[in-house]
């Protein structure tokens, strides 16, 4: 059948969309993690990484938003290359290490910033995307 063909067609594109982001947001994440300090452990360049990845989701929300309809770009920076980028498997690793490590105020603080940091990139994303109007155009 002709449109059980062009849905498995659509779903193998999303599928390497997918498939191709992740592969160039993991290699970027190894870059950035490896290019911060090994003193502080993993948890700057944890830190690094899923600020990058919120302030490019930001930015493509907004851009998504207001002119690009199109699910190939969409899925291939948000779904693969954001979410391959950013880690939250990393980030509760990182955190029982520091717990280990510096105690429960210290860690208790990082979580505080770190999503602090990440949200405000969000944010930043969306204002460099869609300007003052963000707010009133994701809320329609």
Known sequence: CIRDR???MKVLVKYFAISLGAFLGGGLRFVIESLAPKS????????LVN???????GIATGLFLRHFTNDFWNK??????CGSLSTFSSF????YMLLEKAGALETIGFIIIHFLI??????LGLWISMGRQWKSLLLK
């Open 40 to 47: 502080t452990g993993s948890v700057v360049g944890v830190l």
């Open 92 to 95: 509760s690793a990182g955190l």
């Open 51 to 57: 600020a990058c990845a919120c302030l490019i989701i």
């Open 76 to 81: 291939f920076l948000v779904s693969g290359f």
């Open 118 to 123: 990440t949200l405000i990139m969000v944010y």
């Open 6 to 8: 062009e849905m498995v």
